[in-house]
Structures are given as C-alpha cells and as structure tokens.
C-alpha cells in the first residue's frame, strides 16, 4: 500500500509542478506582449535627435553622465540629456511664472510679455532677454 500511495503522491506533484510550469509560462506569455505593446507604443511617441559636438564636449559628457549618475553608475546618454531638458523646462516654467507675477508695465500698464517686461525700448522696465538665455 505504500507504494500506492507513494505512486499517488508522485502524481500529485508531478501534476502540482505541470500546472505551476503552465502558470508561468502563460505569465510570460502575457509579460511578452505588454512589452511589446509597450515598446510599440514607445517608439510611436518617441523622435530622434542627433547632435555634433567636439570631443571636449563629449568628454565633458561622459564625464557628467558618470558623476552625476552617483553610486548606480553612470547615467545613460539618454537619461541624463532628458534629465537636462526637464530641469531646464522647470526653470523657464518659473522664469515664465516670475514675469506673470511681475504685473504690468509701470509705464504703460500693459501686461508684460513673455520675453521682455516693458512696453518700448526706452521704458524703464524693459528687462533684457538676455536674462531667458540659458546661463
């Protein structure tokens, strides 16, 4: 009798191990097409941009990418030029922010436009585009 009941117990694992195997491969089935949806989806949204530059600059950025990527490592060229675009968008959102709140031209009292505060080139609130320009 034992035998029988080992013979059942052994089917009873191998059937126990078959699902858990259909399981997991129904799950990676399923992880594959998200990725592929997903990828699909990425590179419908995605454009492509190529840049020149010296190989001072180059060096400059590689450098950059490993130091500020910290103890994970160096960042990807990718990552780290998105990083830069995104901190720059914040701070001309708040360039932008800071001009609304400036108000109206003293002068004039027209609303200050996006650019540059002040209504002509000999008003004394004109501030200098300059100012927007990357630093």
Known sequence: ?????????????AD???AQAALVKKRADQNRRK????????????VEHRFLCSEAEAARIVELRTVRGGID??????EYLLTL????????QAQQ????????????????????RGCIKGCPTVTT???????
Request: some cysteine.
């Open 97 to 116: 922010a800071a001009l609304l709140e400036a108000g109206p031209c003293a002068r004039c009292a027209k609303r200050c436009r996006a650019a540059v």
């Open 85 to 92: 675009v995104r901190r720059d968008w914040e701070a001309w």
């Open 73 to 78: 490592g160096p960042y990807e060229l990718t």
């Open 35 to 46: 990725k592929r949806s997903r990828d699909k989806l990425k590179a419908a949204q995605q």
């Open 1 to 13: 009798m034992d035998a029988d009941v080992q013979a059942d117990l052994a089917g009873a694992v």
């Open 129 to 135: 585009p300059r100012a927007l320009l990357l630093s």
């Open 16 to 18: 126990k191990a078959a």
